[in-house]
């Protein structure tokens, strides 16, 4: 995960589609993230938190990814001069703010003259009061050769169990219970016979406390470069403006066994001052081996899978604490913090314990006047030495109310990090890496967006793919045009990297080359009032030491709306030689989950989502998906072998809200 990847990813996609409440639905198709679920989380807290329109700092109106730069610039100005905002007829008045675009936001605005303070119900009043449980279960219908030979401890089985509790706008609770495939459902340490537990309870005290997290919680600070737990986005050439999320704590109860922190965390304010402090303990997965007498190596297990005794023997196996400290300071036009953060490993292994010791101070600042935001992050370990620096800056202006640019700069020093595997609440980039990017994002008449980039790195140092030193060039484009209740789309992408591989001493003998290119066409319509279609069309094409590889895929999506049923469904065929031109493709899943399936080779595949509320309270959904290979006798390798070459699957999911 190189640090040009953690760049900004939701205010784009954001402003691309049109910023429809069914965020999720409408984005996922569009960009691949590493953790999708960011958009879920991220949807969810708008609709419950709302955007207080007459109280919303910059920090909020940013990190909510729902306006750009100009409307920011325009709503905080109006406000200033003007004071309090009444109703959509007054918003509408601002430049920016048209009445399309704001009926779709509608949903998310709250235009209160007073600030929202903490007050809890009684449990039984239904109105204030809010409980979700969500039970998925999902299995391969044929048999992997883990299975087979008996290799894994328990059945093919996945079961994640959620509760969410809300009492008013002020308090909410969370549980997530997760078995993977091949996991045992007895054994030490499980919790209702999942192996996995993450849990939370959220509140606010008062004007000045306004969150406190009990229980699991990730941590986002600054510009992410630092301290980011939530699984940064991986998209080429996107938005320059890095704010991803809420900044400071967020309460997680997940899936990802990983990537959060377990303890105590605090958000409080007072005026323009902001301090955010946490204190985690948690318990995580690894590997120790003792290489020499003195010589200890400790490796994350940062799968969360225990389906092998091997795999169970690693379990809590290393400790961490962690404590972070941060203060800002906010006004119309200035946001500036300053971050401590400190992470201690370690685990006992016979004759001597392994420790490590790792700290970092953070600042960073975002500046916005007039449409044009310069923001940035720099960070260094405890005795701020040269070569332990890394740092992120840009800016971006808006050129007019229809067209933006923006360029960043990165570096990262020879020891800015240990290893962003091993520990990844640190920092995501490459050490020796530097580098550029430019974008510019112009919106055209009749429902038209378009955006190009251009993005250029290099690397001094050897990477975590042990690749290195070399150069990675990106060019990204995309337009989009919106029409009725459709919307075509073109994207391309081209990728050329030159690097000394496995050898960096012996550069004249080990440098590659590589090429991957990708273009994409989709096109989505309503056929009637309940009926949506979607075609796509994607080539890609890969060239290196190997030669040429080529790929192509054409999909088509169908969905059915009724008042009680819900059916999506749609098949995909691919042709592609060589796993290097993979194509990823988005498709409709359960409720809170999501398949992005890779095609790689001469492969059709199908999925159907059947949906039905079977009682206002309750939702059932029924997914079945199928792969069929025409260029091979086996899908997959090792314990995750099945023969021959097809592969069936199911999922299944209730949803109550009560």
Known sequence: M???????????VLNLTGQSPNFLENQANRFIPNDPSILLEREEELFREKIFVNFCSLEDLVSSGVFDLYQINNLLQYRERGGKIYSLVELAQIKGFSPSFLKEISPLLDFSTQPPRPKLYAPWLKKYNQHEIYWRWSRDLQERRGYKEQKYLGDPWESSLRYRYQNGRHLRAGLQLQKDPGEAWTGEGRFLSHDHSSFFIEGQANAIIRKVILGDFKYDFGQGLCLSSGGMAM?????????????????????????????LAINSAYKSWQLKAFYSVKNQDARIDSLEEQAIVLNPNRTGLHRTEAESALINQERRHAWALDISFENQLWQMGVLAFQEKRRANVPNTTFQTNDFKWSGHWNYLKKGFNFYGEIVANQKLELNSIALISGIQTSLSSKSSIAFSYYLMGHQAQSNWQANPNLLKGVPGEKGFKLQFNQRWQGNQMSVLGLQESRYSLPSYLNEGPGRQLELFGQHLISY?????????????????????????????????????????????????????????????????????LMGMALVFRSQKWDLKGG??????????SRIYLYEYDLPYSFSIPAFGGKALRHHLLISCKVFPWMKLSIKHEAWLYFDRINISSAWQQIEGNRQNRLKMAFLIKL
């Open 235 to 263: 998209v080429n050439a996107q938005e320059a403006n890095l704010k991803l999320y809420p900044k400071g704590p967020r309460a997680y109860a997940g899936a990802d066994e990983n990537q959060f922190f377990r303890g």
């Open 2 to 12: 190189r640090l040009p990847k953690i760049l900004g990813f939701c205010c784009l």
């Open 571 to 580: 098949i995909a065929y691919s042709n592609i030689n060589h796993w290097d």
């Open 484 to 552: 009725g209740e459709g919307q075509f789309q073109i994207r391309a992408f081209h990728q050329n990297s030159s690097f000394y591989q496995n050898q960096p001493d012996l550069k004249e003998l080990s440098k590659q080359k590589k090429q991957r290119t990708l273009i994409r066409l989709s096109n989505s319509g309503a056929i009637s009032a309940k009926l949506k279609l979607k075609l796509n069309l994607s080539f890609s094409q890969s060239s290196g030491s190997n030669g040429i590889r080529k790929g192509l």
